[in-house]
């Protein structure tokens, strides 16, 4: 019981930091997106790559540990 406790809380840490992490450059990125809709200011291609590489990484860094986590799951359910 005790094992599965910490491995709970464990994740519960790391999904927090996830959450955050992608919710406050995702809200950046929605931010900059609005002001090119609602105020018209132009971005150069530079700044539409930029944008899409932080997209971009955002969507495979979660991915990837969402991926990750689900493989420590099965691996503590086979242990037990």
Do not use: P
Request: aromatic share 10%; charged share 20%; hydrophobic share 45%.
């Amino acid at each position: 019981m005790c094992k599965f406790t910490l491995l709970f809380r464990k994740s519960i840490q790391r999904l927090i930091d996830i959450s955050c992490r992608t919710i406050t450059l995702t809200r950046k990125l929605f931010t900059m997106l609005l002001s090119v809709v609602i105020y018209n200011h132009k971005l150069t291609k530079g700044q539409w790559m930029g944008a899409a590489v932080v997209f971009a990484g955002i969507s495979v860094e979660a991915f990837v540990k969402r991926k990750g986590q689900s493989a420590i799951s099965l691996s503590y359910c086979n242990e037990g």
